[in-house]
């Protein structure tokens, strides 16, 4: 009776104890407690997020699956588990703020000793990554990475491409306006690149997807999951086997053919970072460091010759220069010209965009074009030189154009057309950054994906495109451009910065706006430019427009060229995707204060608390009471406040406000005597 008995109870022990290893589960929690991460298989793994008691993110499952035929995530089966806390922080290089905390809780979770996930949370988010620890190196056939929502919520969606249109949906430049729809309202088919931004409705809780550390293997698109309602799924591009010279004016490679996996990667790998960044207030996203927590530290020692600064630029003003007595263009004397103007405002650089070279091979340098007389009168001058060149020519020279126009005096590249983001094309990009370093040169990446962390790992590489930046005016008539940059602070800028490049002169109310080529202007006002050298993070920002137009206009000129490029502090004031935007940021001790606004006029208080006690002078640029007929019309003005105040601004429809704001004791040091 007893064996019997014990018996009975060892067949419910194991049967309980099955049950337990079926229904093992894991929790995470941010460090202040608010967020909380679970981990269960089901028997595939799957992660979702809440907030307090709001479902962030629905059970999503995770899996990763190779060549080999393993699918890693499968169960939770064999399992082993490690946790670990971080409570510090890390000097940050070039960045909108001088170091960075980092406080987070991890779980490890390791499969048969030689691969597993990571999953950290934050207080602002939660992410996960694979891993490998494998002798072996290892080829990626798919990956699976849900981000499934409780209930179908709006989303702010920025397309890929329009499915109806041929050929390969990954080849792309990254750019286009958001749509802002329900989850259920995304395209079937089409593909929406990265961050994408969910609002959770009621909570006033939003949710934006991105990734991290994106270093040899394919970007992550997401598209509507035709299995469940409201869910995104991630697309991947495949690897490029067949590769054809085409594209834009035949400068880039196009992908003819694709092989039947994603990536090779070492034995040892860190696969890239899933991300969830979640807010509780819309101004919250404006000042997230997700990416920068989540990136690969720097691998360089030396950044003493790495410059942030600002750029006069040529291409956007179409090299429009007047009343001079020469013929502008590509040539040595437009250049000189633009030097100069650089040199009597305090600016870093002078870009020469496309057309001082062949676009396939920079050692074909144009005839009219006495490149190194231009660098050696820039050195006279203290203004650098920075030169454009397509990734399909740096591809092809890397090392022999690095070594020779880094000789010469260039201080680096602006690369354009990358215009994909599979694992040959990010491979690429640290490949370019490495060897840029080796020489002493910067790397503005244009026409390339959003960043991922790379600014980090390699700090010569100063800023990123994968913006709809304001080239695009100068050929699309009907894009409403005050409303993306008042939504583009909450959502692309949180991968990093941009090369967006502001600046005009030539401004326009709504109904008066055309695009033009050599006489390109702006939507919105011209106190909204100003505000974008503060609001828009580019530790190398451009002056889009040209020296001529700005010498007529020196007062805004000067304080666009007094604006710094990085920060040692930002506060973020007040905001709402797709409104307005109102940031503070703080170099030294001077405060810079930008707001923007859509097409609508608005009044914004803003809470001076951010100051440190004491009373200030504040240098304000403002729309003037006519900007709504005439977008050009702002008033310079100059007012005193004490920290705690309350200040009170109006921005005209696509307006925006700008100021600077300085210790009354510095600032009267530093001014200027009669």
């Known amino acids: 009776m007893l064996n019997r008995l014990a018996g009975i109870i060892l067949l419910l022990l194991s049967g309980l104890l099955l049950r337990a290893q079926k229904e093992k589960a894991y929790t995470v929690s941010s460090p202040d407690g608010h967020i909380r991460v679970n981990i269960v298989g089901k028997p595939q793994i799957q992660w979702s997020i809440s907030y307090g008691s709001q479902q962030v993110l629905a059970p999503s499952t995770i899996s990763l699956r190779l060549a080999n035929g393993s699918v890693w995530g499968s169960s939770m089966k064999g399992v082993a ?46 992410a996960y990554r694979f891993f490998s620890d494998s002798k072996d190196s290892l080829i990626v056939r798919s990956e699976q990475a849900e981000f499934n929502f409780d209930k179908d919520y709006n989303a702010f969606i920025p397309y890929v491409v329009d499915p109806r249109l041929a ?160 013929r502008a263009g590509i040539n040595t004397s437009t250049y000189k010209y633009y030097i100069d103007f650089a040199a009597a405002n305090k600016i870093a650089y002078i870009i020469i965009d496309e057309g001082w070279s062949d676009d396939a091979d920079l050692m074909k340098i144009k005839p009219d074009l006495d490149l190194q007389a231009i660098i050696d009168y820039g050195k006279q001058k203290n203004v650098g030189v920075i030169l454009w060149a397509t990734w399909f020519a740096v ?11 880094s000789g010469m005096g260039i201080k680096g590249f602006k690369i354009d057309f990358l215009d994909r983001d599979d694992e040959k094309m990010t491979s690429s990009t640290y490949a370019i950054a490495a060897a840029a370093a080796r020489f002493k040169l910067m790397v503005d990446l244009h026409g390339m994906y959003k960043p991922d962390g790379l600014q980090r790992t390699y700090p010569n590489v100063i800023n990123f495109e994968g913006v709809k930046g304001m080239e695009n005016v100068k050929w699309t008539p009907h894009d409403d451009m005050p409303r993306y940059d008042v939504t583009i602070p909450f959502i692309r800028m949180l991968a990093g910065p941009m090369d967006y490049t502001p600046g005009a002169m030539r401004n326009s109310i709504k109904s008066e706006f055309h695009p033009s080529n050599s006489m390109p202007m702006s939507q919105g006002t011209r106190c909204h430019q100003l505000a974008m050298y503060i609001v828009f993070e580019a530790p190398l920002a451009m002056l889009a427009d040209n020296p001529t137009v700005y010498m007529k206009e020196q007062e805004s000129a000067q304080f666009i060229a007094g604006i710094p490029t990085t920060f040692d502090e930002t506060v973020a004031l007040d905001g709402k995707v797709g409104e307005y935007v109102a940031l503070a940021r703080r170099k030294w001790g001077t405060w810079f204060v930008g707001a923007m606004t859509n097409w609508e006029a608005r ?24 900007a709504d007929r005439d977008a050009t019309d702002y008033t310079r003005k100059f007012i005193h406040v004490a920290s705690g105040e309350k200040l009170n601004i109006h921005l005209s429809n696509g307006g925006g406000w700008a100021a600077a704001i300085r210790n009354e004791e510095t600032y009267r040091e530093t001014a200027p005597r009669k």
């Open 603 to 626: 009044d914004m208080t803003l809470d001076l608390s951010f100051l440190p006690k004491g009373r200030y002078v504040v240098e304000i640029f403002q729309d003037g009471v006519n």
């Open 167 to 326: 050929g390969d949906q990954h080849e792309t430049s990254f750019e286009d306006l958001y749509t802002e729809t329900k989850l259920s309202g995304m395209i079937r088919d089409s593909l929406a690149f990265l961050p994408l931004l969910v609002d959770l409705g009621g909570s006033g809780i939003k949710a934006l997807v991105t990734e991290a550390d994106l270093e040899q293997y394919p970007g992550m698109y997401l598209k509507k999951n035709a299995e469940k309602e409201n869910s995104l799924t991630g697309d991947f591009a495949a690897y490029p086997v067949r590769e054809a010279n085409g594209g834009y004016h035949h400068i880039n490679y196009v992908v003819t053919e694709r092989a039947d996996y994603l990536a090779k990667i070492a034995g040892k790998a860190l696969l890239p970072w899933r991300v969830v960044v979640v807010s509780t207030s819309d101004r919250e996203l404006t000042n997230s460091d997700m990416v920068q927590k989540l990136a690969a530290p720097c691998r360089l020692s030396d950044l003493s010759w790495i410059k942030p600064g600002k750029v006069a630029w040529d291409w956007w003003n179409d090299w429009n220069i007047t009343h001079v007595d020469f």
């Open 395 to 405: 591809h092809n020279q890397m090392e022999q154009a690095f070594a020779k126009y």
């Open 81 to 126: 588990s490690h946790t670990q806390s971080m409570d510090g922080k890390f000097a940050a290089n070039f960045y909108k703020k001088d170091s960075v905390i980092d406080r987070y809780n991890e779980l490890r979770l390791t499969w048969d000793g030689d691969h597993g996930i990571l999953f950290r949370v934050y207080n602002d988010g939660a």
